[in-house]
């Protein structure tokens, strides 16, 4: 894939970009190493200073940066600005929070025979981020903000259809006062990632994307001993019982599914309905989807932009056709618009079967599949049935229900009576082929630390011939 800008809303190529050299990624994992060691003498207040100053740095140019992922990827601009906002509030969270998440855990020393054990979070080193392009400054963000707090150093292969972004990223955190190297883009495709993470000096890796990118990802870093963080795909379920508040629910349903244009992992993307309100619900449903006006993502009136490349809306499209040529009923869109731009309606699919590939597939733009259950338990069936884990979505205000929702359903977060979505107060991943690991919390602080043991006692001898001592 060439590294351009392409405006989604009109195919035009913008801005391209030559890929970096094999030497010039070379001088920045030097770069990134050599920081890391200067990090080393810093300490955990003075980066919480330069975090905060990339919060004011957001803040200040929020407008400017917002228009800028609209132009590479097509969210909507005031989509784009609340996500600049959301990362701005990340750095500070961390910022002020990192003191206590990455403080000395004490031990019972008595009772492993010390005179003082404790868990101490020290950072690895350089950690090559792989992301995506659906949140082009969020998803890295959320690396990047507690993993410097932690005191790693970080080099961003971003997606090859936002580089303006990734190199602002870097611009930023340069200016904010980090030193030189502790956060570096590297304009290079996917093909270049294997050699990034075979070198030593590159200590762990987190990908955002694709389930394929996460098998190979995880296969390198298998082969080179590396600890990954793996954010995958995902096909939330969003289940509607019969307690639930209906126009509430279609509301929700309807944002949950068409936010970012409809391209994020945690959108709601399979709807199942209990049958005694599934006629109601889906009435309302298509209603608001098909209200939804899409157009040109700079426009304040607009609520779906295009997609992001033609390739995800062509993609999209064949997922649909697929569906209707094995028999499913489309309730509104369904039609690839023609024109200028990646355009697509919002649209409901119905009358879904195993087999199909909306089905089984993530289904990555505005398109909901909706599903009739019998009952809980054949909703939790469709719910888990599939390789997917990441988000989760029940509507029901019977109090029991919700208990059994939060354990029944297979993901890596259940959010009831609400939507799906991230805090940097809240652990983020998944569960299957969503991926591993943890983002966001003191849990994703820690994902690349080395969390180590240390044992101080007073010199006596081992633990003699004989003990188990492994
Ligand atoms: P993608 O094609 O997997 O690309 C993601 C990143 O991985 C890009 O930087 C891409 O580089 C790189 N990449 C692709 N194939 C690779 C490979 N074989 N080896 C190494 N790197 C590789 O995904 P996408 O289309 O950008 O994003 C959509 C996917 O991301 C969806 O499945 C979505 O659900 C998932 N996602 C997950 C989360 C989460 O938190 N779980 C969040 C957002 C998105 P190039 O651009 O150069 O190809």
Redesign the pocket.
């Known amino acids: ?1 060439p ?1 351009a800008t392409t405006d989604p809303a009109t195919g035009q190529v913008l801005k391209t970009y030559d890929p970096m050299s094999d030497e010039q990624v070379d001088a920045a994992i030097e770069r990134a190493d050599l920081a890391f060691r200067q990090l080393h003498g810093t300490t955990i207040a003075q980066r919480g200073q330069w975090l905060t100053a990339a919060a004011d740095l957001l803040e200040a140019e929020r407008d400017a940066t917002a228009r800028l992922m609209t132009t590479e990827m097509g969210k909507t601009y005031a989509a784009a600005k609340a996500e600049v906002t959301k990362c701005a509030t990340a750095c500070r969270f961390y910022a002020a929070h990192a003191e206590r998440m990455l403080a000395d855990e004490p031990a019972d020393a008595k009772a492993v025979k010390a005179q003082r054990a404790f868990v101490r979070y020290q950072p690895l080193g350089p950690v090559l981020a ?6 082009p400054l969020w ?1 890295v963000m959320r690396f990047a903000a507690p993993a410097l707090m932690a005191g790693n150093t970080g080099l961003l ?5 936002v580089p303006q972004t990734a190199l602002y990223l870097e611009d930023l955190f340069r200016r904010a006062g980090f030193p030189e190297g502790a956060f570096s883009t590297l304009l ?4 270049a ?2 050699r990034i993470l075979a070198d030593p000096r590159v200590r762990a890796a987190t ?8 098998r ?2 995880a296969a390198i870093a298998g082969r080179e001993l590396k600890k990954t963080v793996l ?4 096909s939330d379920p969003f289940v509607v019982m019969p307690s639930a508040d209906l126009d509430k629910a279609a509301e929700v349903a309807t944002t949950a599914r068409c936010q970012n244009n409809g ?4 959108a709601a993307k399979r709807f199942i309905v209990h049958a005694d309100v599934f006629d109601a619900f889906a009435e309302k449903f298509a209603a608001r989807m098909s209200a939804l006006r899409v157009g040109d993502p700079m426009d304040e009136n607009t609520d779906v932009g295009p997609l992001a490349s033609e390739s ?1 809306r062509d993609e999209l499209h064949a997922q649909v056709r697929d569906a209707v040529d094995n028999g499913a009923s489309v309730l509104c869109g369904g039609e690839k618009p023609t024109g200028d731009g990646w355009f697509y309606p919002p649209t409901v699919v119905t009358d879904l079967r195993p087999g199909m590939r909306m089905w089984a597939e ?1 289904v ?1 733009g505005p398109v909901a599949g909706l599903y009739r259950a019998a009952s809980y338990e054949e909703a939790i069936e469709i719910a888990n049935g599939t390789a997917f884990g ?1 988000g989760s979505n029940a509507w029901t205000t019977d109090p029991a229900e919700q208990e059994r929702f939060a354990t029944d359903l297979d993901a890596g977060n259940v959010f009831i009576n609400g939507m799906t979505t991230s805090y940097p107060e809240l652990p ?3 569960v299957k082929n ?2 591993y690991g943890r ?1 966001l919390s003191a849990v994703g602080m820690r994902e690349f630390c080395n969390t180590k043991t240390v044992w101080i006692g007073a010199g006596e001898a081992g633990p003699g011939a004989g003990a188990h001592s492994e």
């Open positions: 894939m590294i792989v992301m995506p392009w659906n949140f998803q292969k971003h997606a090859s259809n290079v495709g996917s093909d990632v294997e990908l955002t994307g694709s389930e394929g990118a996460g190979s990802i954010e995958l795909g995902g391209q994020s992992c945690i995800g993530e990555f990441l983020f991943g998944g969503s991926g983002e």
